[in-house]
């Protein structure tokens, strides 16, 4: 790996956290090579080397050195390639709240969504309830502004961009509607869809739902 050079991104294409990394290259014109990791068969020797702690994809090598987990990873690119187009603010203030409400996506939403479709009863319920305000929370955070970088796509909207993929299977095992409960995430997640850089990262919402499927038969699950 040491003599390598350039970027290369070993992804899942369905992975929400990978997805983020590529909107982030995307938005700055940083070229790389994707390397996709079928972590439905197992990981390989290059991501279990490559990050030997969590094991987890995405890992970006730079010049053969690998950054893992995907916000440190932007973050990274920031500060890696100050020249290209940045996505967190100037302000110091701004730069805290941008990587504030990032960390917020990163620790609620997968996790409240995988609860969605992977439990029933009470707990589903109260996993419905969570998703709920997590949802109204973010739409307030966003207020009345095209994107959590004010006019300006950025840092929250690529770490939170993947998810709109996710909403149609949210809305099904949750039984709720995006556009009643945060119509102002359900209109920057269409705006968000628009950008090159999101709709060439993302896969459609349909194949998002039929991939939980399979975890659904992979896990057990009914």
């Known amino acids: 790996m040491a003599g390598e050079k350039g970027l290369v991104l070993l992804d899942f294409w369905v992975s929400p956290f990978g997805q983020r990394v590529r909107i982030a290259l995307a ?3 940083l070229p790389y090579e994707y390397v996709e990791e079928d972590l439905m068969a197992g990981k390989s020797d290059r991501l279990l080397r490559s990050n030997p702690v969590h094991k987890k994809i995405p890992v970006l090598l730079h010049d053969g050195r690998p ?3 995907s916000l440190i990873i932007l973050q990274y690119l920031e500060d890696a390639f ?3 187009p940045a996505l967190l603010p ?3 203030y701004a730069r805290a709240q941008a990587r504030f409400w990032a960390d917020y996506v990163d620790k609620k939403v997968y996790d409240c969504g995988s609860r969605l479709w992977k439990l029933k009863g009470e707990p589903q319920a109260q996993a419905r309830a969570e998703m709920l305000e997590i949802l109204k929370t973010l739409d307030g955070a966003l207020g009345d502004k095209p994107f959590f970088g004010g006019d300006k796509f950025g840092f ?9 993929a996710w909403f149609h299977s949210y809305e099904r095992y949750g039984e709720f509607s995006l556009a009643e ?4 995430i359900a209109a920057w997640a269409k705006r968000c869809g628009e950008r090159e850089s999101v709709a060439k990262s993302l896969y459609s919402p349909d194949k998002v739902y039929d991939f939980i499927g399979l975890l659904k038969k992979k896990y057990g699950i009914e």
Do not use: L, R, Y
Not at 181 to 184: G, S, T
């Open 27 to 29: 938005e700055k014109g």
């Open 67 to 69: 950054v893992n987990e």
């Open 82 to 84: 100050p020249d290209a």
């Open 90 to 92: 100037s302000d110091p």
């Open 156 to 164: 929250v909207d690529a770490a939170f961009a993947p998810f709109t």
């Open 181 to 184: 409960v945060a119509p102002k």
